[in-house]
């Protein structure tokens, strides 16, 4: 007997919507060795990573919180993965979103600047993300340089620019030498939408953008453009898509997204710009973007769920202490396994008989 | 059945090959059904069959390159399993195949060098490649690049390199569908001759005429099975024809009259130099297409035809908008989608991944070329109704058979999805139809319709551009042919005053202008 993986006519619709669950299923099985090798009890552990994050309020606020950002800069990813535009820079677009929205927020600070305040910083935040990113996509379609590394290269130009912003020019003079800005204006914040709760105006608008980017997806030309492009380059050029249009636009795009999610975070749940604003959302929305199928609600879904691993990770710190970074390990492990289960989505395994004989009699 | 021409009598009963109830399967699908095969000594076996008939499975197994579910084969009347194609090839069994397997950056002695055992020094295999090609007629310059040679030279260099291993049992796959008539006369020559020395060639086809010259057996496989094992000689191209299709094959007919118009397609002068170095440059090429007319382009493949293709369809761009004129309007500046607006419509050489997404559903691949014209797309937005309807009317028009509504374009098979891509086209209603070789491996029910969809739109008043090898389809629908040899167009001429020798004469370089070496054009 022989098992061998074998193509199918066509791609199946159940597996690509069951794929995401056998990779999640297989990923619980390898984090509970993970945890007996270190010597917890892995149901109690994944009692706490994934049970207990659901059964207080607290925590569910926390858990939309943490998915606000990941599912936007998902969405964005996701074009770009859909156009085969590789942007693995949305850390750094977050970032520099962030830091351009905050610039406002620094520079009207303690004026009487109106409402006004807050939408310009959002804007700001948006076209920053935007610009940054489109320096991988212009360097990849006026030079062929790789869009993987430039743009990945381009986060630690980010970061490095906030780190020396909010140690020099922008600290706060009050901050006892914290490498922090001032707390921002109550005109240079994201409302919360519960009085005394965390969960703010950034759900609301990351859900308007899933809405947006599943009718773009599904309903447009615009969005059948970037598909086919992604999908049969050759094709799309006889279709008369230009592909380097669309490098530029979806990176734009999920550049203009990641900016609008790092100034939304920091105009929010922060609350000042300071280093370590993002536990890694940028890279983890790469996960987030798989998970979800490149799907617009997929990755809503997936969103949650990865916001839940970080829920779950700090709280098995604190209960447990399990190590912070087995968050990071899961959702390493978490790709892994939805990469290799898509392929079952054109391949299906089966067993064949490797001797002639036994099949005489099947027809 | 009057015998006498067949090899088969004066050569011992022993036949040099024999495959005894040869099977392939993959999963349900039954590639070759019990399949019994026997070939002699001093034989030119063909082998016939439309696309997925199963030839090449079979040839495969034989070659060693496929492993059987069921049966045998029996090698001079021993029972022989093959592990791979050295191992065929230890045996005596040599194979040349359609795409060729050459390094363009290499030399004709390096590429030999690589497809052998190498324990030979190289000069010494240098020197015996330069005597089996001069013996057998098939000269080659064991110094030049691959880039350099011609698609006929690339063949020979195939042939020799299997010659050169001393098969007893040669396997050739469509050798003439890249030759000129003239260079398919020299193989045959050669053919011919490694018969004479006792060698056994199964000769796949589906040139029915050149089987019938050639060969003195010819075994016919349709759906997975034998049909019937023949002397070619003593049947017609029809009879031939009837066993493949397994029925009647649609005949087609041109109009009584056709209305030649106005100019509907005018390339004036138009040169381009190719994006990939070993590609063609087009040079200096005129013509005029006129409504209710069809032109065929003849010629062997990869002398521009692709180049051609996609600067009139405006996948390259001419720096010149007057080079190309569709339906009154300057074009060569145009992108694709503003020429579709100008009413011409393309159909590909490769159906998936060029003319179709091949992993998209038919609806989606409606829209790929339908989005410029029509109610598509509305403000942006796409029109479902609408491409489903255009995938229903294909349907139905043209007989496309699926499993499904709208299924994936990769699911349907080669004809239907070659008839679902025409389709979507004319029924666009083009006044100008470019297509690059429409029946290019279609079975012969779907390519009658093809051909005759094809008349059809010229008979409403469309000019169509035809480009084919096949010399045979040029012939039945053409109004006149014009011969693509480097980049260059001949003069078109009249199809019924076009003798086979004459395009022949031309798709080999020899009347037209041709540069004075062949690379300083590709240079």
Redesign the interface.
């Known amino acids: 007997m022989q098992l061998v993986l074998e193509k199918r006519a066509e791609r199946s619709a159940t597996i690509a919507l069951i794929s995401p669950l056998i990779a999640i299923g297989l990923t619980i099985a390898t984090l509970c060795i993970v945890f007996a090798v270190l010597g917890k009890n892995p149901i109690a552990a994944l009692a706490v990573y994934f049970i207990d994050p659901l059964t207080d309020g607290y925590s569910l606020q926390e858990i939309a919180v943490k998915a606000t950002p990941l599912v936007m800069i998902a969405i964005g990813l996701s074009l770009c993965y859909l156009a085969n535009a590789w942007n693995i820079g949305a850390e750094g677009q977050f970032l520099i979103g962030a830091v351009a929205g905050s610039w406002l927020a620094v520079k009207t600070q303690g004026t009487d600047a109106g409402h006004w305040v807050l939408p310009a910083m959002l804007v700001l935040g948006a076209a920053a993300g935007a610009l940054y990113a489109l320096i991988p996509a212009i360097c990849k379609v006026r030079f062929g340089a790789s869009e993987i590394l430039t743009s990945l290269m381009l986060v630690y130009v980010a970061d490095l620019l906030l780190d020396y912003l909010v140690r020099g020019p922008w600290r706060d003079p009050q901050g006892f030498n914290f490498p922090t800005t001032a707390e921002f204006d109550p005109v240079a914040t994201v409302p919360t939408l519960i009085e005394g709760g965390r969960l703010h105006l950034g759900s609301i608008i990351a859900l308007f953008v899933v809405a947006a980017g599943a009718v773009l997806l599904g309903r447009t030309i615009k969005g059948f453009e970037i598909r086919v492009v992604g999908a049969a380059p050759r094709a799309a050029r006889f279709g008369g898509f230009n592909a380097n249009q669309l490098v530029l636009l979806t990176f734009a795009i999920s550049g203009a997204l990641a900016g609008l999610a790092g100034i939304i975070e920091v105009a929010g749940p922060v609350g000042h710009l300071q280093p370590g604003i993002s536990p890694g959302y940028g890279f983890t929305a790469i996960i987030v973007a798989f998970l979800g199928r490149l799907n617009p609600i997929g990755i809503l879904i997936a969103g949650l769920f990865l916001a839940l691993t970080f829920i779950g990770g700090e709280q098995a710190q604190i209960a447990m202490k399990i190590p912070l970074d087995v968050t990071k390990v899961f959702q390493g492990i978490l790709l892994f396994y939805v990469l290799a289960c898509d392929s079952l989505i054109l391949y299906r395994f089966r067993l064949i008989s490797s001797s002639p004989k036994v099949q005489s009699g099947a027809h | 059945m009057p015998d006498t021409t067949s090899a088969a009598q004066h050569t011992g009963a022993t036949p040099l090959l024999q495959t005894v109830g040869l099977t392939k399967?993959?999963?349900s699908f039954?590639a070759n059904d019990k399949i019994d095969l026997d070939i002699r000594p001093q034989e030119i076996h063909a082998l016939l069959g439309e696309n997925g008939a199963g030839k090449s499975t079979l040839v495969k197994t034989i070659y060693g390159l496929i492993q059987?579910?069921?049966?045998e084969i029996r090698w001079q009347g021993r029972t022989i399993v093959l592990s791979g194609p050295s191992d065929a090839r230890a045996h005596g069994i040599g194979m040349v195949f359609q795409h060729f397997s050459l390094f363009d950056n290499l030399t004709v002695a390096e590429n030999v060098a690589l497809g052998l055992d190498g324990k030979e020094p190289f000069k010494d295999m240098s020197a015996r490649l330069e005597q089996v090609s001069r013996t057998y007629g098939l000269p080659l310059d064991p110094k030049r690049e691959v880039w350099q040679l011609s698609v006929g030279e690339r063949q020979r260099i195939e042939i020799v390199r299997a010659l050169m291993q001393n098969p007893q049992f040669l396997i050739l796959d469509e050798p003439t569908a890249v030759l000129t008539p003239q260079e398919a006369d020299q193989l045959f020559i050669v053919l011919n001759r490694l018969k004479a020395e006792g060698r056994a060639i199964l000769y796949i086809s589906h040139k029915l005429d050149e089987v019938k010259r050639l060969c003195d057996t010819a075994t016919i496989l349709r759906g997975g099975r034998k049909v019937e094992t023949c002397n070619p000689r003593a049947e017609t191209a029809a009879s031939l024809a009837r066993m493949m299709v397994g029925g009647e094959i649609m005949e087609v007919k041109a109009a009584a009259s056709r209305q030649i118009t106005v100019p509907r397609l005018l390339v004036n002068d138009l040169s381009l130099t190719p994006d990939d170095p070993h590609g063609i440059r087009l040079e200096h090429i005129s013509f005029e297409l006129r409504g209710g007319e069809i032109l065929g382009i003849a010629g062997v493949a990869g002398n521009g035809q692709d180049e051609l293709f996609a600067a009139l369809?405006?996948?390259r761009l001419a720096k010149d908008p007057g080079t190309i004129v569709i339906d009154g309007h300057a074009a060569g500046h145009l992108?694709?989608?503003r020429r579709?607006k100008l009413g011409a419509a393309?159909i590909?050489e490769?159906r998936l991944?060029?003319?179709?997404?091949?992993?998209?559903r038919l609806s989606?691949n409606a829209?790929?070329?339908g989005?410029?014209i029509g109610n598509m797309?509305l403000h942006?937005?796409?029109n479902t109704a609408a491409t489903l309807k255009t995938v229903d009317r294909t349907t139905e028009t043209f007989d496309v058979r699926k499993a499904k509504r709208d299924?994936?374009a990769?699911?349907l098979s080669g004809g239907n999805l070659q008839k679902f891509i025409v389709g979507r086209e004319i029924l666009r209603d083009p006044v100008v139809l470019i297509v690059n070789q429409p029946t290019w491996g279609v079975d012969a029910g779907a390519a009658a319709v093809i051909r005759q969809a094809l008349l059809d739109l010229a008979a409403g008043g469309a000019a169509v551009l035809v480009t084919s090898q096949d010399l045979d389809e040029l012939a039945e629908i053409t109004d006149r042919i014009a011969v693509m040899f480097h980049g260059r167009l001949s003069a078109p001429v009249p199809t019924a005053e076009a003798s086979r020798e004459t395009l022949g004469l031309l798709m080999g370089g020899s009347s037209i202008e041709a540069p004075e070496t062949p690379h300083a054009t590709r240079a």
């Open positions: 399967r993959y999963g039954l059987p579910s069921e049966g369809s405006g996948e992108s694709i989608t579709r393309f590909p490769e991944g060029h003319g179709t997404a091949p992993r998209m989606e829209l790929l070329t989005h410029a797309v942006g937005f796409v299924p994936e990769a699911s």
